[in-house]
């Protein structure tokens, strides 16, 4: 009798699982058949092969021709970017976008000098951000030359940590926003004094500033060169000097 009781009491796996088993394998099938139509769709469709390559600036010889036919979701936008880092190691950013349904999409964002600094008979252009290019690197003409204190450590591709720096990029950029780079011909920014930046204007006066707000100092200045300021003043040589003080005034010695 206990022998009985235990059988019709004990469970029936197989009844169970049979089911289970049945309905996971409909499961796959159907996966597997839904990714055999995905599969047509996308990964052999002739819609999705690349036929643009849009880039804004030059590429390695054949990296175009290369995509070219290739299904647009198996390029892979990591291998695109490290070679353009490569290419242009001191890019700001380069971005690799795909624009279905077959369009690859290429943006560098090159860093251009705006300074340039002298380190141990080795030239160094400065880019806005303070970060050092190619060393040596051809240079336009208008690049005004920054002089930084000898203990500030200059890297290719890296950003230079100078307070002094910073200090004369804000400078130049004011200059560039209230347009007096078009009125007068600068030769350098001496950042080597702290707390105090110098302009110098060539053959002609220094500039110098003490503490910041530069482009209201020179807003001011701007409005009394328009009104014949230096009209007004005596002739001012290559020793003489305006002085751009913290409260805004502006003094001179002739």
Do not use: C
Not at 219 to 234: C, N, T
């Amino acid at each position: 009798m206990g022998k009985r009781k235990r059988q019709k009491n004990s469970l029936d796996w197989k009844r169970i699982l049979f089911p289970i088993l049945k309905t996971g394998l409909l499961v796959v099938f159907a996966l597997a058949f839904l990714w055999g139509i995905v599969y047509v769709a996308v990964f052999r469709n002739p819609v999705f092969n690349v036929k643009r390559v849009l880039s804004n600036q030059p590429l390695p010889p054949g990296m175009k021709s290369s995509f070219y036919g290739t299904n647009i979701f198996s390029v892979s936008l990591k291998s695109i970017y490290v070679k353009l880092r490569d290419v242009y190691p001191y890019a700001r950013d380069i971005r690799v976008v795909k624009r279905l349904p077959n369009t690859i999409e290429i943006r560098v964002q090159r860093r251009h000098p705006v300074l340039f600094a002298r380190r141990n008979g080795v030239i160094y252009p400065i880019d806005e951000d303070g970060v050092a290019l190619e060393a040596n690197a051809s240079l336009p003409r208008e690049i005004l030359e920054v002089y930084l204190p000898r203990d500030v450590e200059i890297r290719e591709g890296e950003a230079i940590k100078s307070e002094s720096l910073y200090l004369a990029l804000d400078l130049l950029s004011a200059l560039k926003k209230l347009g007096l780079l078009d009125v007068f011909e600068f030769d350098y920014i001496d950042a080597v004094q702290p707390f105090e930046l110098r302009l110098r204007i060539k053959n002609g006066p220094l500039w110098k500033f003490r503490g910041g707000h530069y482009e209201e100092k020179l807003s001011v200045f701007k409005k009394r060169l328009m009104s014949s300021f230096l009209d007004e003043l005596p002739h001012l040589t290559k020793n003489s000097y305006l002085l751009f003080l913290e409260d805004g005034t502006i003094t001179f010695n002739p």
